[in-house]
Each structure stands twice: as structure tokens, then as C-alpha cells.
């Protein structure tokens, strides 16, 4: 499959990027890509908020929003997969062309402005395959011309949670505009407060575990604004943070690489010191309890590792598919194994934790 995509790659690549994803959904959607041999490790199994999942590396939101195949990219590999973002009313998003490819930098600039079919047909297609194996996470976010974006957080989580594994709460996207105020100050608690008292009621209601929620935010969090998150994540007891979104800043790419000048949040390797380091920041500020899942450049082995390193429990990724195709995710599952044994891991939580130092005073790398 690894030849396969070598081969077809260039001929997705002389397409726009945002049509050559779709192809990749259809063909998902219609069983033309493979099951692949999925390599089963105990070592990396791990709980994470209750959760026990059959390894740690997931998919990040934005590559299947509506919900349309999340079983097809389980079946890829992924110990979790998690769709959106998804807000109540359908929205077309920004104007096209909305993503562009920088293959010199192995990074994604996107500007899509959370297009997708909102919350009645995405809820009606994880309705469908709820009683299915896996765990599928759902990221929740508001309509652009929202009067009032904390109610339609809200709505995201009376709507999913039935059928979720997880919620997320996505405020860190940088295409909607005001959206990243959420952040930080009045605003955030009573988001927090809001959407933990939802959870919390509809659990008493049903009498069933309370779904985890966890909190998506940006890479360009100055040092307070990592501590005020810290302390209110702490305060409204939300489950973990998702660290990190894409990137307003344009970290380590030379003048000559096509398209870094495009208007959006890039993702991908050139992301990686910037989120990682933003990653060790929230570890050091939470200390070990909380969870935090690690987003950002994620690619390899080594990568995902490296992220562990850093403070996080789970690692996700999107944009290294577009580079590394789809046998990617059983190939750095292989490669966590092999790492493993070479140097007499007995389960992956054991290197969580043992670079936060390191990777803090080495710094955001801007």
C-alpha cells in the first residue's frame, strides 16, 4: 500500500487539495481502500479518562467533519478516530480555494471556516454505527453567525453525547473570527461552566458514565494565557486539553515556499516545536493527572514519542496523511513497538513526562 500511494501521490498532488480529500472520502466511504494488518502491543495500551484505549495514536478532527467514515479509518490503524468539527446549522464555510499543500515543508495552510452538514446529519450517521467497536470522539464548535456561541457548544453536547466516546470542545480554530476570544477570561468559564453542567446533566439523567470532555486549543497561547486555561480547566474539572490547533505564525518557513502567505492556520512538521512546546507548557502547569492529548507534526514514530515525551497520554494527526498515505498509521504503530524494545520499555506511559523540561527550554522555536 506504501508503493501504492508513492505512485498515486503525485497524480492526487496535481490536484486542488481540498478535491483530492474528497476522492479520499469517497474511497474510504466505498471499501476501495484495504483493511491493513493492524499490529496488535499490549504495551501500548492506555486509559485516558476512563478510557481504555487499544493504543495511542488517533485521528485529529478535520479530516472526516461530517462523520462520514470513521469505522473505514479505525480499520487503518488508529486507536481513535474523531470527527469534525460540527456545528448546530450546516455552513458552507470560507470561499474556495481554502487549503493548500506545502509538500517543501510537509505542512497544510487551510482556511476552511468549519464547513460541514451540522448537527442533525452527522448525529444520524454516528447514530447509525453506534453499536460498532471503536472509539469514535466528536469536536463540537459554533456557526460564524452565531448570536450566542456558547449555546451552540451547548447544543454540541445534548446532541452527541449519546452517541460519542468523547466531546471536544473546539475554540481554538483560527477561520472563524472572535472564535479564539473563548480562551481566556469571563468567556471561558462560562463555556466551561455551561458545557460541564450539560454533561453532568444529561449523565444524572441517564444514569450512564459521564462522557469525558476535553478542550481544543491554540498553538499561539502566550505564557499567561497558558496558565489562566490551566487554572480554569482545573476549576470546571473538564477531563483533559487538546494541544494543539493549527498556527497563525508561520514557524521556520523560508520565503521560497509556495503558498506561506496564504491566509488560514498551517499545520503539519512545521508546527511541531511551536505545539510541542505549548504541550509541555499545559503538562507543567497541570501537572501529571490531567490528561492531554498532542497534536502537531505528528508524522513518525519518533514524533508520536517524542510528543509522549512531552506530557501527552494520546497523540493525533491529520496532515501526515497527506504526506504519508494511509499505511502511515500501522507504520508508526510498528515503529512505537520497535522503540520499545530496543530500549526495554515494559508500556508507553513510562517515557511520558521525561523531556517536559527539555522541550520547555528549548522554547516555541518562532
Known sequence: MTSLYGLTRPLLFRLDAEKAH?????????????????????RLRVKVAGIPFPN??????????????PDAMLRLGFGFVEVGTVTPLPQAGNEKPRIFRLPKAGGVINRL????????????RLQARSRKAGIVGVNIGANKDSPDRIKDYVDGINRFEPVAGYLTVNISS??????????????????????????????????????????????????????????AAARHAIDGLIVSNTTLSR??????????????????????QRSTYVLAAFRRALGPDMALIGVGGVDSAKSAIAKIEA???????????????PRLPTKILKGMSHF???????????????????????????
Not at 59 to 68: C, Q, V
Not at 116 to 124: I, R, W
Not at 189 to 216: E, H, Q, Y
Open 22 to 42: 474528497g476522492l479520499s472520502i469517497a474511497a474510504l466511504r466505498n471499501g476501495v481502500i484495504p483493511r491493513v494488518d493492524i499490529p496488535v502491543d499490549a
Open 311 to 325: 506530557g501527552a497520554d494520546l497523540v493525533q494527526l491529520y496532515t501526515g496523511l497527506v504526506y504519508g498515505g
Open 174 to 231: 483560527p477561520n472563524t473570527p472572535g472564535l479564539r476570544l473563548l480562551q481566556t477570561g469571563e468567556d471561558l468559564d462560562r463555556l466551561l461552566d455551561s458545557v460541564v453542567a450539560a454533561r453532568n446533566g444529561l449523565a444524572a439523567l441517564t444514569a450512564r458514565p459521564r462522557t469525558p470532555v476535553f478542550l481544543k486549543v491554540a498553538p499561539d497561547l502566550q505564557r499567561e494565557d497558558i496558565a489562566e486555561i490551566a487554572r
Open 113 to 124: 471556516g468549519f464547513n460541514n452538514d451540522g448537527h442533525a446529519d452527522t448525529f444520524e
Open 251 to 272: 514557524p521556520g518557513l523560508a520565503t521560497t515556499v509556495e503558498h506561506r502567505n496564504e491566509a488560514g492556520g498551517l499545520s503539519g512538521r512545521p508546527l511541531w
Open 56 to 69: 495511542p495514536l488517533g485521528l485529529a478532527a478535520g479530516y472526516d467533519k461530517n462523520g462520514e467514515v
Open 340 to 366: 520499545m524494545d530496543l530500549n526495554g520499555i515494559g508500556h508507553i506511559n513510562e517515557v511520558r513526562d521525561r523531556c517536559v523540561e527539555e522541550v520547555l527550554a528549548a522554547g516555541p522555536g518562532d
